[in-house]
């Protein structure tokens, strides 16, 4: 019975393997610099403490919306991961179009120089 | 344990009524929008409840493209408000008002 | 677990896919290609254009559903397929020089309406309640973005987000219709199975269906800028390009009152005697407000919306009437307004001039003896909105006119007569003003270019044509309203 | 169709080459008057020629020839468009395209050297197509079509002077009142088309005088259908557009105002007249209107100083006189001869009588046909001779046209079982009379001092401004005139072979001497009591209504018609609804805003919401709405 979540097991293994072993190389192999703004919580350019009410910079707000918009098309792809094998070869073929619009998106924010941050 | 449907309907009528008050009192434009956006999600309420009341499959579909439709109206408002603000420094929607009788 | 993947014709969608497939070409074009190399796309969605009207003509005469019931593939659906695919061309047609003025001859431009025209073509073949909001909010998410799209402009940027809040406002409240009616008829989301499931069902759930009909006609009549919900109108055709001003006032209308009919035709049988009479009030009432707050108006953009309010008042009236020639007349006489409307919004685009620099209607003053072809052609087309024979919007009023007595509905056609009477003042005020006062400066030479032109020759003769020889447009009307049977 | 009909193609003709002055001046050669004038006057002649010989070879016509194309509008409705030349038609065609024709001619003296003379010519040639159009048409809704273009092209006319306010406010109030009553003729149109399922003229009238119209859809119908025609034809109570339009170019108001453009409403009851007289009730509807219209006007005419204003209120009270012969008629069986003998003698004589005025206000540059006479009108010696003419056949005196008409229509209220209307009749014919001599009289025996003494005498001296027009009248001008005098001395002496070419044969009945003294004698009276009022030695110069002041100045005040339109229009037109709307727009809105900001700013969210901007009202309103409807929707019925 419990054999049956053995494959979950075995992912979860995976998976917290293979963080470990790149967070260790990258503790190894990369580069160290600190900066102040580097050394800060959550590495986002925010002063953790001070007044709540600050104002954003507006390219959060830009970068915020592309990511609601990328983020949330993610939606369409759960259903289908979970009827992925009755879909078929039909269903992959749908979800390959609905994924190359999504990046017909990606490349025409990309290539308008959307992503950039200055 | 089965919800009843009039619990999903009352909450979701509830939800879309305070959207609604939100839209009409509220100053700030971002505000209106999420506003709009509880809207949406309480009609989303009322798709679930219903869908899951008759055990048919197709109000949780409309659910995923009234989410989708959200997301996407809201990144334009979004837009919209950042061009305005780069304008005119405001995000008050009683600012609007170049375009008059 | 198996599922059945349902058969399905793609060619029954052509239309659809030709001018998806061309925008997203334009979008990766628009990207890819270095500046300075652009200008073919509006020759591109032309050529879309073309082939998407090419394709519907060869499934003119289909009838039936695909996908699974989710598309009607009807002579009703393709009528408006053609018509906004009218309206787009026209406006195609009077955007590129406009667009150069603004230095905003822009790839997304093109894209995005090739993407609002798919999704009015959806509304208006849509079987299904979610392929009906997707439609529509294909149609408005990218009409928002194209009434902001002079982003420098402070007006373009107010109409649009106004636009925006009120119209996702409006869908809002559609939504919930929706879902009224799915939980009133049991689960279903089919329009063209609504009527049945309401009346299986009626005892129990008719507040909920009855609220549903209240929200869905809220929603509606926020698209088709009908009293009193048309507060956005002036505002938005005020503050979007003139264009866009053009292809709202066309596009949107057809495709919203596409859907308004087939829903409130195939759908509420049961509840026929409620819906005319709210229909009636707001009829009156949208066409009395359109045509008196008209007379008011100094700029000429706010003057064509509140024409447009009226006119969306008159298609109501065939709407109410309910009845074949109803049905008839709101086609025919959409045909007509896009020709005529889109006209008079590429006559006003050469007007204005240098970025819209002169959009007062005193600006007109003199035009008949500068420019006499010029002002002859927004005679015309200010005749045709003011119903005047032999125009076609003469005979777009006398079928609704008619519909309108022929069902029953006496005084509504006397009220609409009577505006149609009062319209006609503020619409010949700019011919009079064109022919019989001397302009008050010189303004400018105006620039004609061939894209314009073209559209107003087109608009012009199509508009005569049309109100000449309406008996060939009216049967294919007749052949498209025969899916109603209850009519 | 192996060869085409001769006349289709002329009718046709006709049409296309109006049209195509019209666009070709407007378009291309507004600028050149020379060449205008030339390519309009040249299609007025093709007109003119067309229309006689069509008239010519068609004379001994049997049936009524018919040349239409259906115009399918759809299943059900099917529009008949085309000509229809019968009798009625071909008479009208030729009055038409003559009277059209001696105006363009007549105006190349009166508008030489307006500025805008090329576009003059265009505005003629739109109003002689949609005219000759209206005229031949088949269809009731191609008639109508022609109708709205006669109530343009008369609007573009009649506001020509546009840089004169009251030139293009008259053309404005031509245009909104007669649409006024074209919005009933519209409805009677579709009424009958959707309950009878045709416009075609012919099948119209056969089917009434088949009796295959129940009454309950026949009044109301031809009810409505009259409230065009009282539009068009200045009927009471929207009369008050025809004076006021005397704003624009006499010869215009000789050309729309006489002959034609309010012609055109007689003309359909007319065309409609075995429709018409299948319902007794709409002919005693329009009998009354009539009469009230003709007392009216007359009475009025009584009273005005401006030449043109008295020939405008005659014009309106001889077409309330044919509307009485034709009711009158068709209340008793009659025939619709003696309305549209009348018809075509006014035409004549009034087209005269105006160009005429024209002539003298060219010359006097006034309009007050006192002044004229202080100046010296009687000097003008053609202009004089025939306004003359024209005056007695007015006035129906022997051996003028207008003697044999009136006589025709007095006939035909003699007939008539309640002798009130005869009475009312031979009243108007009385005051007909009178205040066409009060004109005539004033022109013939001046008085310089009753005019304001000195000024008088100082443009006696001084009224050639050195311009050479002073020593005569323009041949152009001039000839129109003595061809209409002579139209007007002929055409009493054609009653019967115009009768038998209308009718298809001679009615001929025995003199009527108790009428025929009553009539002569009420025209004799008028102009003896003008003659004691302005011709005589001895005379007051002032009319004889002066006695009783109160009426004098009701008359003054045009029975007060013209106060209560303004008054209906200011209070409900504009006050309830325009202004209404447009205060809501300007005011209500950013005012009710201003003064909440302004007001208490700490009386709290309640006001501070109200304050959020139009935006939000408008949500608010939507919602508000939207409750409504619910509410309705769950607890109506």
């Given at each position: 019975m419990l054999t049956n979540y053995l494959p979950v097991l075995l992912y979860m293994l995976i998976a917290i393997g293979l963080v470990g072993v790149i967070v260790l190389l990258s503790e190894f192999l990369g580069k160290k610099t600190h900066t102040y703004q580097k050394d800060l919580p959550y590495e986002c350019g925010m002063d953790p403490i001070g007044d709540a009410r600050h104002r954003y910079a507006v390219r959060f707000y830009v970068i915020a919306m592309f990511f609601i918009v990328f983020d949330i098309?993610?939606?369409?792809l759960y259903p289908w991961g979970v009827i992925f094998k009755p879909l078929g070869w039909f269903g992959l073929v749908e979800m390959a179009i609905f994924i190359f619009i999504l990046v017909v998106g990606l490349v025409y924010v990309w290539g308008k120089g959307a992503l950039e941050w200055e | 344990m089965v919800v009843p449907l009039h619990y999903y309907l009352g909450l979701s009528v509830a939800l879309f009524a305070l959207g609604v008050v939100g839209v009409l009192i509220r100053r700030n434009i971002l505000v209106i929008l999420m506003c709009i956006e509880m809207m949406l999600n309480a009609v989303n309420l009322a798709f679930i409840g219903f869908a899951d009341a008759f055990k048919a499959v197709d109000g949780q579909t409309f659910v995923f493209f009234v989410m989708t439709v959200a997301a996407a109206e809201v990144a334009v408002g979004l837009a919209l408000v950042v061009a305005i603000f780069r304008h005119r420094a405001t995000v008050y929607a009683d600012d609007l008002n170049i375009l008059k009788w | 677990m198996t599922i059945a993947i349902p058969t399905f014709n793609l060619s029954s969608i052509g239309p659809w896919l030709t001018l998806t497939v061309a925008a997203i070409l334009i979008l990766l074009l628009d990207a890819l290609s270095p500046k300075g190399r652009k200008a073919y796309f509006p020759q591109l969605s032309l050529i879309a254009l073309a082939v998407a009207a090419l394709q519907t003509w060869w499934l003119w005469g289909q009838s039936g559903t695909d996908f699974a019931r989710m598309v009607f593939l009807d002579n009703f659906a393709f009528y408006f397929y053609l018509i906004v695919i009218l309206g787009t061309t026209l406006t195609v047609l009077i955007s590129r020089h406009y667009l150069e003025e603004w230095g905003k001859n822009l790839g997304e431009y093109y894209a995005l309406l090739l993407f609002a025209t798919v999704g009015m073509m959806l509304m208006a073949a849509s079987n299904h309640l979610i392929m009906l909001f997707l439609g529509l909010e294909i149609m408005s998410i990218a009409i928002y973005v194209l009434a902001g799209l002079f982003r420098e402009d402070a007006r373009s940027n107010e109409a649009a987000l106004k636009y925006l809040v009120l119209g996702a406002f409006s869908s809002a409240f559609l939504l919930f219709g929706m879902a009224f009616l799915y939980g009133a008829t049991g689960g279903n989301l089919f329009i063209g199975e609504l009527a049945g499931k309401i009346k299986e069902a009626l005892p129990l759930t008719k507040p909920l269906t009855l609220l549903g009909l209240a929200l869905l006609l809220v929603g509606f009549g926020f698209k088709v800028a009908s009293v009193p919900f048309h507060m956005w109108t002036p505002d938005v055709y005020e503050g979007a390009p003139t264009s866009i001003t053009a292809f709202m006032s066309v596009g949107v209308k057809a495709a919203a009152f596409a859907a308004f009919a087939r829903i409130m035709f195939a759908a509420f049988p049961a509840f026929v005697l409620e819906w005319h009479m709210l229909l009636w009030v707001l009829a009156v009432a949208t066409m009395t407000i359109g045509n008196v707050v008209a007379i008011a108006q100094t700029n000429i953009k706010r003057m064509l919306a509140y024409s447009s309010i009226a006119h969306a008042g008159y298609l109501l009236v065939a709407l109410v009437a309910a009845n074949q020639l109803g049905a008839v007349s709101i086609i025919y006489y959409l045909l007509a307004y896009t020709l005529m409307n889109v006209g008079a919004f590429g006559v006003v685009i050469l007007v204005g001039r240098k970025k819209d620099s002169y959009l007062n209607i005193y600006d007109y003053a003199g035009l008949g003896f500068q420019h006499p072809v010029l002002a002859a052609a927004m005679s015309v087309f200010m005749f045709a909105l003011a119903g005047i024979p032999p125009t076609a919007g003469f005979v777009g009023k006398f079928y609704i006119f008619s519909a309108a007595v022929q069902a029953g509905y006496i005084w509504l056609a006397i009220i609409g007569v009577m505006n149609s009477l009062v319209s006609v003042f503020y619409y010949l005020r700019i011919t009079v003003l064109m022919y019989m006062r001397p302009a008050e400066a010189d303004l400018g030479p105006i620039a004609f270019t061939p894209g314009l032109v073209a559209a107003l020759i087109i608009t012009c003769a199509g508009t005569i044509l049309v109100g000449v020889f309406p008996g060939w447009f009216y049967d294919l009307a007749v052949a498209s309203v025969k899916i109603f049977p209850a009519l | 169709m192996g060869s085409v009909n001769p006349f289709f193609l002329g009718c046709t003709l006709s049409l296309v080459l109006s049209l195509s002055a019209f666009g070709l001046i407007m378009i291309?050669?507004?600028?050149?008057p020379k060449l205008s004038l030339a390519i309009s006057l040249t299609v007025s002649t093709i007109c003119l020629i067309i229309a006689w010989l069509t008239f010519i070879k068609l004379s001994a016509l049997k049936e009524p020839l018919i040349l239409s194309v259906d115009w399918m509008m759809s299943d059900q409705i099917r529009v008949p468009f085309g000509f229809l030349l019968d009798p009625t038609s071909l008479l009208m065609f030729v009055i038409v395209a003559t009277i059209s024709w001696l105006i363009q001619l007549y105006s190349i003296g009166y508008m030489a050297g307006d500025s805008g003379f090329g576009r003059y010519y265009a505005f003629l040639s739109l109003f002689a197509l949609s005219m000759l159009g209206l005229v031949i048409s088949s269809g009731l809704l191609q008639l109508y079509i022609c109708w709205e273009l006669v109530g343009l092209s008369s609007y573009l006319l009649i506001g020509f002077w546009y840089e004169k306010f009251s030139a293009s406010e008259a053309g404005k109030k031509a245009f909104v009142v007669t649409r006024f009553g074209d919005i009933g003729f519209f409805m009677g149109l579709a009424f009958l088309v959707l309950n009878f399922g045709t416009l075609d003229i012919h099948s119209i009238n056969s089917a009434a005088m088949s009796k295959a119209f129940p009454a309950w859809l026949l009044t109301p119908a031809a009810l409505l259908i009259f409230c065009g025609i009282m539009g068009k034809s200045a009927q009471f109570p929207i009369h008050v557009w025809l004076p006021d339009a005397m704003e624009g170019p006499t010869p215009v108001s000789a050309l729309l105002h006489s002959a034609t453009m309010v012609a055109a409403g007689m003309y359909l009851l007319t065309r409609l007249f075995p429709f018409f007289s299948c319902s007794p009730t709409a002919m005693t509807v329009i009998l009354t209107i009539c009469t009230i219209t003709l007392l009216l006007s007359s009475t009025i005419g009584m009273v005005a100083t401006d030449i043109k204003q008295v020939w405008a209120y005659s014009t309106i009270s001889q077409l309330g006189f044919m509307g009485m012969g034709l009711a009158a008629a068709g209340l008793t069986g009659g025939y619709l001869f003696a309305g549209f003998y009348h018809l075509t003698t006014h035409a004549g004589f009034k087209a005269l009588l105006f160009l005429c005025a024209g002539v003298f206000i060219h010359h006097f540059h006034t309009n007050d046909f006192f002044v004229m006479s202080a100046k010296g009108g009687r000097r003008l010696l053609i202009p004089m001779v025939t306004v003359t003419i024209g005056a007695l056949a007015l006035a129906g005196i022997f051996p003028f046209s207008g003697f044999f008409s009136k006589e025709a229509i007095l006939a035909e209220l003699w007939n008539l079982p309640n002798k009130m209307w005869l009475g009312l009749g031979l009243l108007g014919a009385f005051l007909t009379a009178y205040y066409t001599f009060r004109v005539i009289f004033v022109l013939l025996f001046p008085r310089p001092q009753a005019v304001g003494g000195g000024h008088g005498v100082e443009e006696e001296h001084g009224h050639g401004h050195g311009q050479e027009e002073e020593h005569g009248v323009p041949w152009v001008m001039a000839v129109p005139l003595i061809i209409l005098a002579g139209f007007t001395c002929v055409l009493g002496f054609l009653q019967a072979p115009i009768q038998k070419f209308l009718l298809g044969e001679v009615h001929h009945h025995a003199p009527n001497y108790v009428l025929l003294v009553s009539a002569v004698g009420c025209a004799l009276g008028g102009i003896g009591m003008a003659w004691l009022d302005?011709?005589?030695?001895?005379?007051?110069?002032?009319?004889?209504?002066?006695?009783?002041p109160v009426v004098e100045n009701f008359f003054i005040q045009k029975w007060y018609m013209d106060h209560f339109w303004r008054w209906f229009l200011n209070t409900v037109i504009y006050g309830l609804f325009s202004r209404t709307f447009t205060y809501n727009d300007r005011r209500v809105v950013d005012g009710g805003v201003d003064a909440v900001a302004f007001g208490t700013i700490g009386s709290g969210r309640l006001l501070s919401f109200i304050q959020t901007a139009f935006l939000q009202l408008n949500l608010l309103f939507m919602v508000l709405v939207l409750g409504g409807i619910g509410i309705y929707l769950l607890m109506g019925r």
């Amino acid at each position: 019975m419990l054999t049956n979540y053995l494959p979950v097991l075995l992912y979860m293994l995976i998976a917290i393997g293979l963080v470990g072993v790149i967070v260790l190389l990258s503790e190894f192999l990369g580069k160290k610099t600190h900066t102040y703004q580097k050394d800060l919580p959550y590495e986002c350019g925010m002063d953790p403490i001070g007044d709540a009410r600050h104002r954003y910079a507006v390219r959060f707000y830009v970068i915020a919306m592309f990511f609601i918009v990328f983020d949330i098309e993610a939606i369409f792809l759960y259903p289908w991961g979970v009827i992925f094998k009755p879909l078929g070869w039909f269903g992959l073929v749908e979800m390959a179009i609905f994924i190359f619009i999504l990046v017909v998106g990606l490349v025409y924010v990309w290539g308008k120089g959307a992503l950039e941050w200055e | 344990m089965v919800v009843p449907l009039h619990y999903y309907l009352g909450l979701s009528v509830a939800l879309f009524a305070l959207g609604v008050v939100g839209v009409l009192i509220r100053r700030n434009i971002l505000v209106i929008l999420m506003c709009i956006e509880m809207m949406l999600n309480a009609v989303n309420l009322a798709f679930i409840g219903f869908a899951d009341a008759f055990k048919a499959v197709d109000g949780q579909t409309f659910v995923f493209f009234v989410m989708t439709v959200a997301a996407a109206e809201v990144a334009v408002g979004l837009a919209l408000v950042v061009a305005i603000f780069r304008h005119r420094a405001t995000v008050y929607a009683d600012d609007l008002n170049i375009l008059k009788w | 677990m198996t599922i059945a993947i349902p058969t399905f014709n793609l060619s029954s969608i052509g239309p659809w896919l030709t001018l998806t497939v061309a925008a997203i070409l334009i979008l990766l074009l628009d990207a890819l290609s270095p500046k300075g190399r652009k200008a073919y796309f509006p020759q591109l969605s032309l050529i879309a254009l073309a082939v998407a009207a090419l394709q519907t003509w060869w499934l003119w005469g289909q009838s039936g559903t695909d996908f699974a019931r989710m598309v009607f593939l009807d002579n009703f659906a393709f009528y408006f397929y053609l018509i906004v695919i009218l309206g787009t061309t026209l406006t195609v047609l009077i955007s590129r020089h406009y667009l150069e003025e603004w230095g905003k001859n822009l790839g997304e431009y093109y894209a995005l309406l090739l993407f609002a025209t798919v999704g009015m073509m959806l509304m208006a073949a849509s079987n299904h309640l979610i392929m009906l909001f997707l439609g529509l909010e294909i149609m408005s998410i990218a009409i928002y973005v194209l009434a902001g799209l002079f982003r420098e402009d402070a007006r373009s940027n107010e109409a649009a987000l106004k636009y925006l809040v009120l119209g996702a406002f409006s869908s809002a409240f559609l939504l919930f219709g929706m879902a009224f009616l799915y939980g009133a008829t049991g689960g279903n989301l089919f329009i063209g199975e609504l009527a049945g499931k309401i009346k299986e069902a009626l005892p129990l759930t008719k507040p909920l269906t009855l609220l549903g009909l209240a929200l869905l006609l809220v929603g509606f009549g926020f698209k088709v800028a009908s009293v009193p919900f048309h507060m956005w109108t002036p505002d938005v055709y005020e503050g979007a390009p003139t264009s866009i001003t053009a292809f709202m006032s066309v596009g949107v209308k057809a495709a919203a009152f596409a859907a308004f009919a087939r829903i409130m035709f195939a759908a509420f049988p049961a509840f026929v005697l409620e819906w005319h009479m709210l229909l009636w009030v707001l009829a009156v009432a949208t066409m009395t407000i359109g045509n008196v707050v008209a007379i008011a108006q100094t700029n000429i953009k706010r003057m064509l919306a509140y024409s447009s309010i009226a006119h969306a008042g008159y298609l109501l009236v065939a709407l109410v009437a309910a009845n074949q020639l109803g049905a008839v007349s709101i086609i025919y006489y959409l045909l007509a307004y896009t020709l005529m409307n889109v006209g008079a919004f590429g006559v006003v685009i050469l007007v204005g001039r240098k970025k819209d620099s002169y959009l007062n209607i005193y600006d007109y003053a003199g035009l008949g003896f500068q420019h006499p072809v010029l002002a002859a052609a927004m005679s015309v087309f200010m005749f045709a909105l003011a119903g005047i024979p032999p125009t076609a919007g003469f005979v777009g009023k006398f079928y609704i006119f008619s519909a309108a007595v022929q069902a029953g509905y006496i005084w509504l056609a006397i009220i609409g007569v009577m505006n149609s009477l009062v319209s006609v003042f503020y619409y010949l005020r700019i011919t009079v003003l064109m022919y019989m006062r001397p302009a008050e400066a010189d303004l400018g030479p105006i620039a004609f270019t061939p894209g314009l032109v073209a559209a107003l020759i087109i608009t012009c003769a199509g508009t005569i044509l049309v109100g000449v020889f309406p008996g060939w447009f009216y049967d294919l009307a007749v052949a498209s309203v025969k899916i109603f049977p209850a009519l | 169709m192996g060869s085409v009909n001769p006349f289709f193609l002329g009718c046709t003709l006709s049409l296309v080459l109006s049209l195509s002055a019209f666009g070709l001046i407007m378009i291309f050669t507004w600028r050149r008057p020379k060449l205008s004038l030339a390519i309009s006057l040249t299609v007025s002649t093709i007109c003119l020629i067309i229309a006689w010989l069509t008239f010519i070879k068609l004379s001994a016509l049997k049936e009524p020839l018919i040349l239409s194309v259906d115009w399918m509008m759809s299943d059900q409705i099917r529009v008949p468009f085309g000509f229809l030349l019968d009798p009625t038609s071909l008479l009208m065609f030729v009055i038409v395209a003559t009277i059209s024709w001696l105006i363009q001619l007549y105006s190349i003296g009166y508008m030489a050297g307006d500025s805008g003379f090329g576009r003059y010519y265009a505005f003629l040639s739109l109003f002689a197509l949609s005219m000759l159009g209206l005229v031949i048409s088949s269809g009731l809704l191609q008639l109508y079509i022609c109708w709205e273009l006669v109530g343009l092209s008369s609007y573009l006319l009649i506001g020509f002077w546009y840089e004169k306010f009251s030139a293009s406010e008259a053309g404005k109030k031509a245009f909104v009142v007669t649409r006024f009553g074209d919005i009933g003729f519209f409805m009677g149109l579709a009424f009958l088309v959707l309950n009878f399922g045709t416009l075609d003229i012919h099948s119209i009238n056969s089917a009434a005088m088949s009796k295959a119209f129940p009454a309950w859809l026949l009044t109301p119908a031809a009810l409505l259908i009259f409230c065009g025609i009282m539009g068009k034809s200045a009927q009471f109570p929207i009369h008050v557009w025809l004076p006021d339009a005397m704003e624009g170019p006499t010869p215009v108001s000789a050309l729309l105002h006489s002959a034609t453009m309010v012609a055109a409403g007689m003309y359909l009851l007319t065309r409609l007249f075995p429709f018409f007289s299948c319902s007794p009730t709409a002919m005693t509807v329009i009998l009354t209107i009539c009469t009230i219209t003709l007392l009216l006007s007359s009475t009025i005419g009584m009273v005005a100083t401006d030449i043109k204003q008295v020939w405008a209120y005659s014009t309106i009270s001889q077409l309330g006189f044919m509307g009485m012969g034709l009711a009158a008629a068709g209340l008793t069986g009659g025939y619709l001869f003696a309305g549209f003998y009348h018809l075509t003698t006014h035409a004549g004589f009034k087209a005269l009588l105006f160009l005429c005025a024209g002539v003298f206000i060219h010359h006097f540059h006034t309009n007050d046909f006192f002044v004229m006479s202080a100046k010296g009108g009687r000097r003008l010696l053609i202009p004089m001779v025939t306004v003359t003419i024209g005056a007695l056949a007015l006035a129906g005196i022997f051996p003028f046209s207008g003697f044999f008409s009136k006589e025709a229509i007095l006939a035909e209220l003699w007939n008539l079982p309640n002798k009130m209307w005869l009475g009312l009749g031979l009243l108007g014919a009385f005051l007909t009379a009178y205040y066409t001599f009060r004109v005539i009289f004033v022109l013939l025996f001046p008085r310089p001092q009753a005019v304001g003494g000195g000024h008088g005498v100082e443009e006696e001296h001084g009224h050639g401004h050195g311009q050479e027009e002073e020593h005569g009248v323009p041949w152009v001008m001039a000839v129109p005139l003595i061809i209409l005098a002579g139209f007007t001395c002929v055409l009493g002496f054609l009653q019967a072979p115009i009768q038998k070419f209308l009718l298809g044969e001679v009615h001929h009945h025995a003199p009527n001497y108790v009428l025929l003294v009553s009539a002569v004698g009420c025209a004799l009276g008028g102009i003896g009591m003008a003659w004691l009022d302005w011709g005589a030695k001895g005379a007051k110069w002032e009319g004889f209504i002066r006695k009783v002041p109160v009426v004098e100045n009701f008359f003054i005040q045009k029975w007060y018609m013209d106060h209560f339109w303004r008054w209906f229009l200011n209070t409900v037109i504009y006050g309830l609804f325009s202004r209404t709307f447009t205060y809501n727009d300007r005011r209500v809105v950013d005012g009710g805003v201003d003064a909440v900001a302004f007001g208490t700013i700490g009386s709290g969210r309640l006001l501070s919401f109200i304050q959020t901007a139009f935006l939000q009202l408008n949500l608010l309103f939507m919602v508000l709405v939207l409750g409504g409807i619910g509410i309705y929707l769950l607890m109506g019925r």
